[in-house]
C-alpha cells in the first residue's frame, strides 16, 4: 500500500481515537439536527489553505465551496452544469446562511497560471484550448486587465498578488447577480466579505468596498 494512503488511514485512526471520541456530543447534535452553519466560505482548492483551521472551527460551523482560485462565476441560467452556483444556491436558499466569505489567498496557483498566460500574449492559446482551469481562469480576466492597468511594471509574483485582489472584487460583484444573494442583501439577511490570506505571515486582509482598499483583519472589524 502506498505511503500517503498509509497515512490517511493512520490519521483516521486517530480521528476517531482521540477527535471524534472527545467530540462525541458535536456530532450527535450535527446528526439528530442537521448542519446549520451561519457563514458559507468560498476558498480555493489550494492543499495550504484550509479557511476552517485558518478560523479555528469546528464541525458545522462553516459550509464551505472550494475551486480553482476561489472564484465566483456570474449568475447564468442555461442548461450547463454550475457547481459553484449550485453550492451557494443551496447554502443561501437552503442554509439561509448570513454571511458569504469568498477566502483568497497569496500564491495562487490559478491566479498565477492567469497572469503568466497573459504575459505571454497568446502564445499559449493554442495549447490551452481543451484546458478546463485556462477556461474557468477566463472569469478573473477583468482582475488581471485591472491589476495590469494599476502597475504594469511590477514582476510576476507581485502583479499575481494584486491580481488576486482584483479577483476577490470581481466575484463579490458576480455574486450579486444572483437573485436571492442580491435580495438577501437587500432586506438585510445577508452580508458579504472579502478575505485575503497572505502565505508566509499567516494575516489576513479584508476587503473594504467603502474605502476600496484591504486592511488587516482585525482593524477592520
Known amino acids: ?3 500517503e494512503i498509509k497515512t490517511l488511514i493512520q490519521g483516521y485512526k486517530q480521528f476517531r481515537q482521540k477527535y471524534f471520541e472527545e467530540k462525541k456530543q458535536v456530532f450527535k447534535d450535527l446528526t439528530l439536527h442537521g448542519q446549520k452553519p451561519k457563514i458559507l466560505v468560498v476558498a480555493c482548492s489550494d492543499s495550504r489553505v484550509d479557511p476552517a483551521i485558518v478560523t479555528n472551527c469546528k464541525p458545522g460551523d462553516l459550509f464551505v465551496i472550494r475551486n480553482v482560485a476561489n472564484i465566483i462565476p456570474p449568475f447564468e441560467k442555461d442548461n450547463g452544469y454550475h457547481g459553484t452556483s449550485a453550492a451557494l444556491e443551496f447554502g443561501v436558499c437552503n442554509l439561509k446562511i448570513k454571511h458569504i466569505i469568498i477566502f483568497g489567498h497569496t500564491q495562487c496557483g490559478g491566479i498565477i497560471s492567469l497572469v503568466k498566460d497573459n504575459s505571454l500574449k497568446g ?10 482551469i485556462a477556461k474557468w481562469m477566463e472569469l478573473a480576466k477583468p482582475a488581471y486587465d485591472a491589476a495590469l492597468c494599476e502597475a504594469p511594471d511590477l514582476p510576476t509574483e507581485k502583479l499575481s498578488e494584486l491580481c488576486g485582489q482584483y479577483s476577490l472584487i470581481n466575484s463579490l460583484k458576480n455574486l450579486q447577480t444572483f437573485p436571492w444573494v442580491s435580495q438577501k442583501i437587500a432586506s438585510g439577511k445577508l452580508s458579504l466579505h472579502a478575505w485575503n490570506f497572505d502565505l508566509p505571515t499567516g494575516t ?4 473594504s468596498e467603502e474605502q476600496q482598499h484591504f ?7
Open 1 to 3: 500500500m502506498a505511503t
Open 215 to 221: 486592511t488587516e483583519l482585525n482593524d477592520y472589524y
Open 123 to 132: 502564445s499559449c492559446q493554442k495549447h490551452q484550448q481543451n484546458s478546463f
Open 204 to 207: 489576513i486582509k479584508v476587503y
